[in-house]
């Protein structure tokens, strides 16, 4: 069962639990639980109508309990009562700034453990140097009314995977805080890696629901590849496999009119767009590409994409596993690629856009938003089936082409927020913090229902 209430501490009594009249508990209990801790209690009715759970001060201090006065869910099972989920955000990058604690991510951290009281449960953040293994304790840092606290927990319930980069991903000390919680404690660990871009598409060519989203993609093999690829599609991309926030993304253009090739992409140097002709592929790669390791790119094929003055549009489209495993589309917005630009991304002059800015037809604008949540739903559901791990929610970028076809251009396992700067997307915002933590309570049933359903 699963229900929510308020947590409050008294004196008045040692080794007791009270419940309220109205809770159904249809088995006796005998312990209590918060995060990893459980401790033997006695379990009473209160003895008026007060709708909380109150618990003795001893108990409290035993299962390391923070006061925070916000309202928890209870999970009854084998006679045991756990209120939670405490939900464990791990990531790196700490500072030794309390008002800053994870240098210019506070901000976004800070919004994300707001949503505490929305969805009734307990998250802190951590680094691996908050462990301390001896006792089973995290010294989180929880975000309340007046700032950051460094507060003693129990391990928790379920962790939410928000290293930055791949970089501190591979760190071994990550990856061994990763195995020793996982095998110690069985803990569900949800989001965990960046996707790789090539990993993802050969994993989703198994799913035939879905090929009709996925373009032409390729490891670079050789010359001879991509002059097909460009005598097929007229245009291509060149990207790095392990890439991200839209770097080192090259466009490809054969014009058969000059018999000449033309390169598009970012000069991070001079922080410009930049068109460059060349008169054979060899020369393009040889000069654009030179110095770097071309078995590290993939190409993909172009799509001739909707425009709107005259500029590419994408549309970036979130989704959430919710509180019962299920996903949804939880934001989707308009991208247009800034003047030159290969790319949608803000840094190289992209604007984001509402989707009643990019469709001013209501009837086209009901039409485009019904293919891309169709297709965000169809692509979660085969990347959650073909991808090991809990994945709890993925960020996309699609395409409409010009017969209104969807195509997946990327998934992202830690998709950016920056589309959530847009005035109009505040509510969306909102809706993906809250999703992104609600899961963890699905998560925390399903570990003490039929833990098994969840490492199968």
């Known amino acids: 069962m699963r229900s929510r209430y308020q947590i409050e501490i008294t004196d008045e009594s040692t080794g007791s639990v009270f419940l309220p009249n109205e809770l159904e508990v249809k088995t006796a209990l005998y312990h209590i639980a918060f995060g990893t801790i459980s401790i033997d209690a006695k379990f009473r009715q209160q003895q008026d109508n007060r709708q909380k759970i109150t618990i003795s001060k001893d108990i409290a201090e035993k299962i390391k309990f923070p006061d925070m006065k916000i309202p928890l869910h209870l999970f009854i099972q ?32 800070a919004k994300l453990l707001s949503v505490s009281k929305n969805i009734g449960a307990l998250p802190f953040l951590f680094g691996e140097k908050h462990i301390n293994w001896e006792h089973g304790t995290i010294n989180g840092l929880f975000y309340h009314l007046d700032g950051w606290k460094s507060i003693e927990v129990p391990i928790p319930n379920v962790i939410y995977d928000r290293l930055p980069n791949r970089k501190s991903e591979r760190q071994e000390e990550q990856r061994q805080v990763k195995a020793r919680l996982q095998s110690e404690y069985l803990i569900p660990w949800y ?12 994993r989703l060519q198994q799913e035939e629901s879905i090929l009709q989203y996925l373009p032409e993609t390729q490891p670079f093999t050789s010359f001879s590849a991509i002059e097909r690829m460009l005598a097929d599609y007229g245009h291509v991309y060149i990207k790095p496999i392990n890439g991200s926030l839209g770097l080192g993304i090259h466009q490809v253009i054969y014009d058969k ?37 071309l078995n590290r790119l993939l190409v993909q094929q ?46 190289n002059g992209g604007e984001v856009k509402s989707i009643n800015e990019i469709f001013e037809d209501k009837n086209e604008q009901v039409q485009a938003v019904d293919k891309l949540e169709k297709a965000a739903i169809a692509l979660s559901k085969a990347i959650d089936e073909q991808i090991e791990g809990i994945i709890g929610e993925i960020g996309f970028d699609l395409g409409l082409d010009r017969e209104g076809n969807v195509w997946l251009f990327e998934a992202n396992s830690k998709p950016g927020r920056s589309i959530f700067n847009h005035p109009q997307l505040k509510d969306f915002d909102l809706l993906t913090r809250k999703l992104s933590l609600s899961f963890s309570i699905y998560l925390t049933e399903q570990m003490m229902a039929s833990p098994e359903e969840l490492f199968k």
């Open 257 to 293: 009119h000059e018999h000449a090739y033309y390169c598009r992409y970012r000069d991070y140097k001079t922080d410009s767009n930049k068109l460059r002709k060349f008169p054979t592929l060899e020369a393009l790669m040889t000069h654009v590409f030179a110095g770097k390791k």
């Open 302 to 347: 172009g799509i001739h994409l909707l425009r709107k003055v005259q500029r590419p549009i994408d549309f970036r489209v979130h989704t959430n596993k919710d509180e019962n495993g299920n996903w949804n589309v939880t934001a989707i917005a308009g991208k247009i690629a800034g003047t030159g630009s290969v790319t949608t991304h803000v840094k």
């Open 191 to 202: 989001n965990p890696g960046f996707f790789n871009k090539l990993d993802i598409n050969e």
């Open 78 to 109: 084998d006679e045991t009562l756990m209120i939670g989920p405490l939900i464990g955000i791990f990531t790196s990058g700490f500072t030794p700034f309390p008002m800053r604690p994870v240098g210019e991510r506070t901000m976004f951290f």
